[in-house]
């Protein structure tokens, strides 16, 4: 009986073991870690392009970032004269962020004139807090309304390298995505390809950078055609529907 009882509770490990091998032997599966690896070494990341942008500015600049989560990855090493963050905190405890609070609030209130000025307006925007396709157009709205007529929209993981990294609930944390996230922001950013009031494209790094611009010929908007994207339609055209560039081709753009 001594014996038996070890081995009882050993049963769901022994389990879990042999259905991860069988994972691991999986030729889709061994596909999706081996996209996932190679989007995890791309460069430049965010930073880089962000800094880019403000570099090319002549006047002082201003920026403000939407999702910062640990200030150290992003916030804190982009080179701006006057900038801003909002978070509300969910995901990193200390939250050392200008405003504690969603981008929705956020917006509300600078538009009211209770924060800032209704009148700041932002030469670059980071969009990276919830990435879920709603949120996301939302935030892309808003952030126009404050934007510089020459400015800057960036947004964060534009381009899933496979479904599961384009899931719409972050917590499922055991596929070849692990902890990366891209959700659904890929399909705001589609929305917005289509619209013929901004100019757009997605640099091919760093989990897809997104851009959008109203003066910067940085790329022309696509006829809209399927207004409900499923990942599949994604998978089979991604240079096209994104505007796929390199981080080069994005930098000769702004010459």
């Given at each position: 009986?001594?014996?038996?009882?070890?081995?009882?509770?050993?049963i769901?490990?022994?389990?879990?073991?042999?259905?991860?091998r069988?994972?691991?032997?999986?030729?889709?599966?061994k596909?999706?870690?081996?996209?996932?690896?190679?989007?995890?070494?791309?460069?430049?990341?965010?930073t880089?392009?962000?800094?880019?942008?403000?570099?090319?500015?002549?006047?002082?600049t201003?920026?403000?970032?939407?999702?910062?989560?640990?200030?150290?990855?992003?916030?804190?090493?982009?080179?701006?004269?006057?900038?801003?963050?909002?978070?509300?905190?969910l995901?990193?405890?200390?939250?050392?962020?200008?405003?504690?609070?969603?981008s929705d609030?956020?917006?509300?209130?600078?538009?009211?004139?209770?924060?800032?000025?209704?009148?700041?307006?932002?030469?670059?925007?980071?969009i990276?807090?919830?990435?879920?396709?709603?949120?996301?157009?939302?935030?892309?709205i808003h952030?126009?309304?404050?934007?510089?007529?020459?400015?800057?929209?960036?947004?964060?993981?534009?381009n899933?390298?496979?479904?599961?990294?384009?899931?719409?609930?972050?917590?499922?944390?055991?596929?070849?995505?692990?902890?990366?996230?891209?959700?659904?922001?890929?399909?705001?950013?589609?929305?917005?390809?289509?619209?013929p009031?901004?100019?757009?494209?997605?640099?091919?790094?760093?989990?897809?950078?997104?851009?959008?611009?109203?003066?910067?010929?940085?790329?022309?908007?696509?006829?809209?055609?399927?207004?409900?994207?499923?990942?599949?339609?994604?998978?089979?055209?991604?240079?096209?529907l994104?505007?796929?560039?390199?981080?080069?081709?994005?930098?000769?753009?702004?010459?």
């Amino acid at each position: 009986m001594r014996f038996i009882k070890p081995l009882i509770k050993s049963i769901p490990f022994i389990s879990y073991y042999i259905a991860g091998r069988k994972l691991l032997n999986d030729r889709s599966y061994k596909e999706a870690l081996d996209r996932e690896r190679t989007e995890d070494g791309k460069t430049p990341k965010r930073t880089d392009v962000i800094n880019l942008l403000l570099s090319k500015r002549v006047e002082k600049t201003c920026y403000l970032e939407i999702g910062v989560r640990n200030p150290d990855d992003n916030y804190n090493r982009i080179n701006a004269d006057e900038k801003y963050s909002v978070d509300p905190g969910l995901e990193f405890k200390s939250n050392p962020v200008d405003f504690k609070m969603t981008s929705d609030e956020f917006f509300e209130r600078l538009s009211s004139g209770s924060i800032l000025s209704s009148e700041i307006r932002f030469d670059v925007i980071f969009i990276d807090g919830l990435h879920l396709a709603d949120q996301v157009d939302r935030d892309i709205i808003h952030s126009l309304k404050f934007l510089k007529r020459d400015g800057f929209v960036v947004l964060h993981a534009c381009n899933p390298p496979t479904e599961w990294h384009s899931r719409e609930d972050y917590h499922f944390l055991h596929l070849p995505a692990r902890g990366n996230w891209n959700g659904t922001t890929w399909k705001a950013f589609l929305k917005w390809r289509s619209n013929p009031s901004v100019h757009s494209c997605c640099i091919d790094s760093d989990w897809g950078i997104g851009v959008l611009s109203r003066e910067h010929p940085i790329g022309s908007h696509m006829a809209e055609s399927n207004p409900f994207f499923e990942f599949r339609n994604l998978a089979q055209d991604r240079n096209t529907l994104l505007n796929l560039v390199s981080f080069d081709q994005f930098r000769k753009s702004l010459t």
